[in-house]
Structures are given as structure tokens and as C-alpha cells.
């Protein structure tokens, strides 16, 4: 089992930046990540996933062009850059591991690892 550990959320204005980051240990480092987020009131949603070797990316709708994620080499750590953020992007932001490729996140639902959580607020 892959642990998460979640850091990078806070408080930030229309048309901001943050950078939330995902460090993963325990076993195996070639696994495909993501990131997914729940507002208040909304189920959770699919985000963003890279696969294990960070080759490939996939977006919701949503946040093309706006989010990127990536990984470092050693793979132990996932970034997620948000841009232009909006306050329809507030949310709490979950990191999630699974498979290798960026399907095998898209369609997580309770399998795989996930974080704790970090809470992202977009004032207008």
C-alpha cells in the first residue's frame, strides 16, 4: 500500500497561483497518480493524472491549460500547478494512486491509496 501525504493548499485570489504537492512512500514508486477534488455540497471529481513515468498526462475539461501536473524523478513526489485559479476551483484537493497508467485514475472510485486532503479556497 502506497501512503499519501498532501501539502500546498491554502487561501488565494481570483486569478492566482498555488502549487499543491503529493509525497508518496511505501511500495511500488512506479505507480500512475492523480488528483481529484470535492467542493462543498458536490460529489468528487477527477482532476488530473499522470501515469507511472510521468510520459503521459490526462485533464478534466475543466483546468486544461490552466492546471499541470508532473512528477519528479525519483517518482516519489507529484505536483499539481494551479493557475488562473477561479473560485468555481475551490475545493478540497485529494491525491489518489493507482495502476500505471492515467485510466487507472480517471476511473478510481474507493480502490487504490489516497491523501488526507488539502483544502484550496479561491476568493473573487
Known amino acids: 500500500q502506497v501512503q499519501l501525504v498532501e501539502s500546498g493548499g491554502g487561501l488565494v485570489q481570483a486569478g492566482g497561483s498555488l502549487r499543491l504537492s503529493c509525497a508518496a512512500s511505501?511500495?511500488?514508486?512506479?505507480?500512475?497518480m492523480g488528483w481529484f477534488r470535492q467542493a462543498p455540497g458536490k460529489e468528487r471529481e477527477f482532476v488530473a493524472a499522470?501515469?507511472?513515468?510521468?510520459?503521459?498526462?490526462y485533464y478534466t475539461d475543466s483546468v486544461k491549460g490552466r492546471f499541470t501536473i508532473s512528477r519528479d524523478n525519483a517518482g516519489t513526489t507529484v505536483y499539481l500547478q494551479m493557475n488562473s485559479l477561479k473560485p468555481e476551483d475551490t475545493a478540497v484537493y485529494y491525491c489518489?494512486?493507482?495502476?500505471?497508467?492515467?485510466?487507472?485514475?480517471?476511473?478510481?472510485?474507493?480502490?487504490?491509496?489516497w491523501g488526507q486532503g488539502t483544502q484550496v479556497t479561491v476568493s473573487s
Open positions: 511505501g511500495r511500488p514508486f512506479s505507480i500512475a
Open positions: 499522470i501515469n507511472w513515468s510521468g510520459g503521459s498526462t
Open positions: 489518489a494512486a493507482r495502476g500505471h497508467s492515467t485510466s487507472d485514475i480517471v476511473t478510481m472510485t474507493d480502490g487504490g491509496s
